[in-house]
């Protein structure tokens, strides 16, 4: 999920999964895969970052995980 601003000022939480592209029309546009289309403060490459950010936790958080349960560790604190 991603935070961003409407042009109202009010805060909006976007879940990154449902974005199907951003465009620059001038105002920044999300259109999110069920045809909604959303107006915001940020400018495209705010929106990008946010959403690369977003993945990279999420993705991060897998990873150390994953390498857990390759390394065995995890199975270990289980049967302890």
């Known amino acids: ?3 961003l ?10 879940n990154s999964d449902l974005i199907k ?5 001038p105002d920044t546009v999300i259109t999110l895969i069920t045809g909604e289309k959303i ?8 929106v990008l970052r946010r ?3 977003f993945r990279r936790s999420v ?5 150390w995980a ?6 065995g560790t995890a199975n270990e ?3 302890e």
């Open 1 to 3: 999920m991603i935070e």
């Open 5 to 14: 601003t409407r042009l109202n000022n009010r805060p909006l939480v976007v």
């Open 21 to 25: 592209f951003v465009e620059r029309a």
């Open 39 to 46: 107006v915001v403060h940020e400018t495209v490459e705010e």
């Open 51 to 53: 959403f690369v950010a």
């Open 59 to 63: 993705l991060g958080g897998f990873s």
């Open 66 to 71: 994953g390498s857990q349960l390759r390394s």
């Open 77 to 79: 604190s289980q049967q």
